[in-house]
């Protein structure tokens, strides 16, 4: 990118300007020199054969951050505008590079194949954007759509991102908005909502998004709402330091009324005595509710299914269950846990399987809800799982063997459980 008062800024795939937006990036214009062809007039010197030194397609000039050591207070406010609107600018040309590469790839399938279902070109489009942006499947699959739906439908939204007059974030909640619009009112509105996107932080600008296109169009509302009902759904996202976000996508009625029982019940609780947070409590008596165990517990994590293993193929006798830990989780857990740090002898981390490593003594208060074990041999210089349980049950052990070694499923990106994954062939069963 260079300075070029004389140039119109790159606003993306012939996509219309809405007015009233001025930024800085209207002093800069990106260089598209792929199809530069050479002067007639110059002749190839005789001596010398031709040579194409037409550059590939990518980015050209360069932008400098000056005096980048240096920025006052007064000037860091500024700064930080013009950086927001060229990180946009940036996002929107890597929707529009997206685009292309899934409209490249659709052709080269029907070329190939046919007339095939566009999912199959999305989700090829989605594992080369996963593999290059280091994404999962499923939000490499979300960013292929949205950028689709920024070039070809909502054109004037991805001409404002590309002049960085907006951010990502406001043009996700437009492409939101707008989809639940009948199509002949749906380019105004999105006018409309380009105009109240400016000045406004995101959670401000989709609220009163929201607001005006219930009052617009309020007939919409039971139609959008028995569609969302059938993406309610339980998921489950790992966090750091052996904790997960466990999330439920309810109905809003549902959703407030579970949270405020779980409020009312930790108030109670706080009124008595308990010196938990109210944080604290509402989570303990979710997980009490929903694992069958005593009221208010305590806030340990314990499975009564649970298949132990040790570097020694040896799975030791549990010890009698503790009374802090709780009871009623009828489901497998697999965890990976040393001999040696299971007996207390050592506090290396134990492998929580489909999540990864978990304290010494998470694994230890696990062992002592098991029900069942299941002895695992692996080598102790590359950790390599060798074999699981009873060798003869060759079908069931090969599956175990597999969820042991793997944790998750093995496409590029994906972090699902192998519980919740099929074991299929590298090399096709056929």
């Not at 700064?79 to 529009?96: G, T």
Request: charged letters at 25%; proline letters at 7%.
């Amino acid at each position: 990118m260079r300075p070029d008062s004389s140039t119109e800024s790159d606003s993306g795939p012939d996509c219309p300007l809405v007015s009233g937006f001025a930024t800085f990036l209207d002093n800069f214009t990106v260089t598209d020199t792929t199809n530069t062809a050479p002067d007639p007039a110059e002749e190839t010197p005789p001596a010398q054969a031709p040579t194409d030194t037409t550059p590939g397609p990518g980015l050209r000039g360069s932008l400098e951050f000056v005096q980048a050591d240096s920025v006052s207070a007064a000037d860091a406010v500024p700064i930080l505008r013009q950086l927001a609107a060229l990180v946009s600018w940036a996002q929107a040309q890597q929707a529009l590079v997206i685009h292309r590469m899934e409209t490249d790839l659709r052709r080269e399938i029907e070329e190939n194949l046919g007339t095939v279902d566009g999912s199959v070109a999305l989700s090829a489009a989605a594992a080369e954007v996963g593999s290059a942006l280091n994404l999962p499947h499923m939000s490499a699959m979300a960013l292929v759509s949205e950028s689709d739906t920024l070039c070809t439908v909502n054109r004037s939204t991805h001409a404002q991102l590309s002049r960085g007059a907006i951010s990502y974030r406001h043009a996700q909640r437009i492409m939101d908005e707008v989809r639940a619009v009948p199509s002949p009112e749906a380019p105004i509105f999105e006018d409309e909502l380009l105009q109240l996107a400016e000045g406004r932080t995101c959670a401000q600008f989709t609220a009163k998004a929201r607001r005006l296109r219930e009052s617009r169009w309020p007939e919409t509302i039971n139609i959008r709402h028995r569609q969302a009902l059938e993406l309610r759904r339980v998921s489950l996202d790992p966090k750091p330091d052996g904790m997960v976000e466990l999330c439920a996508l309810v109905t809003a009625e549902k959703g407030q009324a579970i949270f405020n029982s779980l409020t009312a019940s930790a108030r109670t609780a706080r009124s008595a005595g308990d010196q938990r947070t109210l944080d604290q409590l509402r989570t303990d008596t979710l997980t009490a509710l929903l694992l069958e165990v005593p009221p208010f517990a305590g806030s340990s994590h314990a499975s009564s299914f649970i298949s132990c293993s040790s570097e020694t193929a040896a799975a030791a006798v549990p010890s009698p269950p503790q009374a802090e830990d709780p009871r009623g989780i009828r489901t497998e857990v697999m965890v990976l846990i040393d001999a040696e740090t299971l007996l207390g002898a050592e506090d290396k981390p134990a492998e929580l399987n489909g999540y990864g490593p978990i304290a010494a003594d998470a694994g230890r208060r696990l062992a002592r809800q098991a029900l069942h074990w299941t002895g695992i041999l692996r080598d102790n210089s590359s950790g390599e799982v060798l074999a699981v349980g009873r060798r003869r049950k060759v079908p069931a052990g090969l599956k175990r063997w597999l969820q042991a070694r793997d944790g998750t499923c093995r496409f590029p990106g994906c972090r699902v459980s192998t519980f919740r994954t099929e074991i299929d062939h590298t090399v096709p069963w056929g």
